[in-house]
């Protein structure tokens, strides 16, 4: 995601949080945008700033970790909390860019039972503290679908001859080579196997090749449903949260496909260097107590990291009518034929996988 498109409504709210010019009692948090900052900003940041006094300027970037990389090598870092996803947070603490972060000062549940056992299992790192379990999926426009046979599997995103049309995916290896083998009839508890070789590699790729032409590729999350909504493309892969906003909050005839879903983590990092630690820290423990988290979810379809919260969904916050635990993407109807990104595979494997997927993408 080089270039990020912001939300404009969004970006106003941001402006709010910002007064005056940045200075040590301002924490700078950095987030992937649109919806889902947006649900930050409401569960996390409006509610910490009101108890700590502190300011929040919020500030919105594409993933990885080269930014946070070039700020910590540089001596220069200017971000103090950093939303990223499981892998980059594993590469990240073992290549020391990260401040370790003790779990032991995170808040128990309600109940008294200790942050360590409330949390889900593999949610907690050295170096990170898991918000969110989010998924990436594909989309259609019911609307715009209405005289085909409603598609159902991973193995239709690909199928242009039933489904003619241009598709949008990330702009990126990861995903889009794990839905490619799916596509191609690789079980899902297969997948990082056949990955893990050469030829399974090219296998991905030349599934890809079926469908290259085809694709327009996006690079921000608040892109699919507008590709969706602007008639650009029939289907787009996307972010389940950004997809249930669209429908929810802008009232888009959006229709997920669940089969062959990738879920992952999104985490709290901080910047080795941070200069405001002790604010950074006081706020990662904030905003993954139980309550935080369960009000998160009244604003975006992302699943809490905390077991104790998860009885706490209720209504989406705008129709308390919508209820919430149905659009997790661990939703017992969503999961079926789900699959957990390997962290381990793309920390290990990223630098390699990014440049093969980018010549691939010059060819």
């Not at 289907?235 to 879903?261: H, I, K, L, Y």
């Not at 129709?319 to 034929?337: G, L, Q, R, V």
Request: hydrophobic residues 45%; proline residues 5%; negative net charge.
């Amino acid at each position: 995601m080089s270039s990020i498109i912001k939300n404009a409504v969004v970006a106003s709210a941001m402006t709010t949080l910002v007064v005056g010019a940045a200075s040590a009692a301002d924490l700078t948090v950095v987030s992937w945008g649109g919806a889902y900052t947006k649900s930050q900003v409401e569960a996390y940041h409006k509610p910490w700033m009101a108890s700590s006094g502190h300011n929040i300027i919020s500030e919105d970037y594409g993933g990885g970790i080269a930014e946070i990389k070039a700020q910590v090598e540089s001596g220069n870092v200017t971000w103090d909390v950093v939303d990223v996803e499981l892998s980059d947070a594993i590469r990240a603490c073992d290549e020391g860019l990260l401040e370790p972060i003790d779990h032991s000062m995170l808040p128990a549940a309600p109940d008294g039972t200790p942050a360590a056992e409330d949390f889900l299992p593999g949610t907690l790192h050295d170096c990170a503290v898991a918000n969110i379990v989010w998924s990436s999926v594909y989309v259609y426009d019911s609307s715009k679908v209405r005289n085909w046979n409603a598609p159902k599997t991973m193995a239709d995103f690909f199928n242009t001859d039933s489904f003619p049309g241009k598709r949008g995916m990330r702009k990126s290896p990861k995903v889009t080579l794990e839905f490619a083998l799916i596509a191609d009839g690789v079980p899902v508890s297969e997948v990082y196997d056949v990955l893990g070789t050469e030829e399974g590699v090219e296998r991905a790729f030349a599934k890809l090749d079926t469908i290259k032409d085809d694709v327009i590729w996006w690079e921000a999350g608040a892109q699919p449903p507008q590709l969706l909504a602007d008639g650009e493309v029939i289907f787009t892969t996307a972010w389940n949260g950004r997809v249930f906003n669209a429908v929810a909050a802008e009232d888009q005839s959006f229709e997920m496909v669940w089969d062959g879903q990738i879920y992952d983590l999104d985490l709290w990092v901080i910047p080795k260097g941070s200069k405001n630690v002790d604010a950074a820290l006081d706020f990662v423990s904030f905003s993954t107590a139980t309550e935080q988290l369960a009000n998160q979810a009244s604003w975006i379809s992302y699943g809490p990291a905390r077991a104790s919260s998860v009885a706490l969904i209720g209504g989406y916050h705008a129709d308390p009518s919508i209820n919430m635990a149905d659009h997790m993407p661990t939703a017992p109807a969503n999961f079926k034929n789900a699959l957990q990104n390997d962290f381990e595979f793309w920390a290990d494997n990223s630098d390699e996988l990014n440049e093969r997927f980018n010549s691939w993408l010059a060819q």
